[in-house]
């Protein structure tokens, strides 16, 4: 699933290619790709046809264009969603699923091969969409509260990987960057959040940060050609990942092979060297109650 980053480098795009132009028409393809909208096909069309998009959006993985009138159009890649910005005669793509044909010669086309995403109209969304209000900053908004995320992280008794997946925490962070993100900080993922020091969580929060910025500068990942900016060009950030995705190749620090092991239907990545397995906490036994 596309990654903070590689959300980025999409919003990035849309600022470049598609505000300040209006939404002349709107074709839905396929139903599926709008089933959260309230109007269904219909109405999603008819609600985005006319307006202008103001800007180019982002909270998390979640995308959203500002329209004229103070509504949005909000958009997730999901699996393997794709917005791309095309000339009007290009041939369509294979999973096309939603055409906004915009003034001028281009249109901007939502294409998705598994249809685990979507696009939906916001009414008033264009300051920060209401569904996703609940959704926590990521560590590249200039708002995002570091001393807060230390502290919260701190308290908690999950493993740390867990918590960087929790959008309610910290949002934007995937399983890729987490590995990689813990692979710096020489930390296992069933680490506890409160077993950390304070000197180590600020060190991940500075690693989370920094993987997620050199991906930025790379174009993303992009492991097959679902993974692409809105030119359809693939990011190269897979060149250089150190955990994620390297079973059996050597640790570059240590040398010892990168382990998988499955982690919330999917895998955690990680050297069992640099990155020890955390011993397990005992359980101390309740106190039997003294008789009077």
Not at 23 to 32: A, K, M, N, S
Not at 235 to 250: H, K, N, T, V, W
Request: hydrophobic share 35%; net charge positive.
């Amino acid at each position: 699933m596309p990654e903070l980053p590689e959300v980025e480098v999409v919003r990035a795009g849309l600022e470049r290619h598609v505000v300040g132009r209006t939404v002349e028409r709107v074709e839905v393809l396929h139903p599926r790709p709008v089933r959260r909208d309230p109007g269904g096909p219909e109405g999603f069309a008819a609600a985005l046809s006319g307006r202008v998009i103001e800007g180019a959006r982002r909270r998390g993985k979640y995308l959203w264009l500002p329209l004229d009138g103070g509504d949005a159009l909000l958009g997730h890649l999901g699996m393997s969603g794709q917005m791309l910005v095309q000339p009007r005669d290009a041939a369509p793509e294979r999973h096309l699923r939603v055409r906004m044909v915009l003034d001028g010669p281009r249109e901007l086309r939502f294409v998705d091969q598994r249809m685990f995403g979507g696009l939906s109209m916001s009414p008033g969304g264009a300051e920060l969409p209401p569904e996703i209000a609940h959704i926590a900053r990521d560590p590249i908004d200039p708002a995002f509260d570091d001393a807060e995320f230390v502290a919260r992280l701190r308290r908690r008794t999950s493993g740390v990987k867990r918590l960087l997946l929790d959008q309610g925490l910290v949002s934007g962070v995937g399983n890729i960057y987490a590995d990689e993100s813990l692979w710096r900080s020489r930390l296992h993922g069933e680490r506890p959040g409160d077993g950390l020091t304070r000197a180590q969580a600020w060190e991940l929060l500075g690693h989370v940060r920094a993987v997620m910025g050199e991906a930025l500068a790379q174009g993303g990942t992009s492991f097959d050609a679902l993974y692409v900016n809105v030119n359809g060009q693939s990011g190269y950030f897979d060149r250089s990942l150190d955990a994620y995705g390297q079973e059996g190749r050597p640790c570059r620090r240590c040398g010892t092979p990168i382990r998988r092991v499955a982690f919330m239907n999917r895998s955690s990545f990680f050297c069992g060297v640099c990155q020890p397995v955390p011993r397990r906490r005992r359980v101390r036994p309740a106190t039997a109650a003294v008789p009077d």
